[in-house]
């Protein structure tokens, strides 16, 4: 089932990224209407489909990346999209600004959560302080948050509640893009070769090729 990655003006860039680039098939975008969207570093995208016509049934998960819009009404729309996909048991997963419009739609007074620290979801004036963690990324049920400083282990969550790698390929994937690390390379690589790999291997990163050329 499609996974759908919502995007807005200011949409942070680098938020999103390792996620959609390693899910099989990749995601749908999901705009305030189907015209065009700007990120914070100027990258001009069509979504696929307009919010209206988003519908939980027809989604696996509902991924929020970081924006300046999120402070105030203009993404409103979203959180409240978030709460029909959380009611219907359909995942969501919020990164960075994300995390305080749902705290501010009320979503996180009962589930544990993260974000960039608790005084700034705080600021929303919502009820969950007493469930924050102190953690990179939390994962409560069908809810994802993550910190802004945090995309790789905000990915890990995201791919651990689809079931997209088995647990020790995951693994390799999180030690691999946050360590650079040769041994996990060798793991994840060789999992995507397989015949039953979900898509392409992986591009090796340059310092772990280095060490690997080394070893």
Not at 26 to 38: D, F, I, K, W
Not at 155 to 177: I, K, Q, S
Not at 186 to 214: L, T, Y
């Amino acid at each position: 089932m499609t996974v759908h990655l919502a995007l807005y003006d200011t949409f942070a860039d680098y938020e999103y990224g390792h996620v959609a680039a390693h899910l099989p098939g990749g995601v749908t975008t999901v705009g305030p209407t189907r015209e065009p969207v700007t990120s914070k570093a100027g990258l001009r995208i069509t979504p696929d489909l307009a919010l209206a016509e988003l519908r939980p049934e027809d989604s696996a998960m509902l991924i929020l990346p970081g924006a300046d819009l999120w402070f105030g009404d203009a993404l409103a729309p979203f959180a409240r999209t978030a709460r029909a996909f959380l009611a219907a048991g359909v995942p969501v997963a919020a990164i960075c600004g994300a995390t305080y419009g749902l705290a501010a739609e009320g979503l996180l007074d009962d589930r544990d959560h993260t974000s960039a620290a608790p005084e700034y979801l705080a600021m929303s004036g919502y009820g969950g302080a007493a469930r924050y963690r102190d953690a990179d990324a939390v994962t409560d049920g069908d809810l994802i948050t993550a910190g802004p400083t945090a995309p790789i282990a905000f990915a890990r969550e995201v791919f651990a509640r689809l079931g997209t790698f088995p647990p020790e390929v995951l693994d390799a994937w999180y030690r691999l893009f946050r360590d650079a690390d040769p041994e996990a390379y060798a793991v994840f690589a060789a999992a995507q070769e397989a015949p039953h790999g979900g898509e392409e291997p992986a591009a090796q990163p340059p310092e772990a090729a280095e060490r690997a050329a080394r070893a």
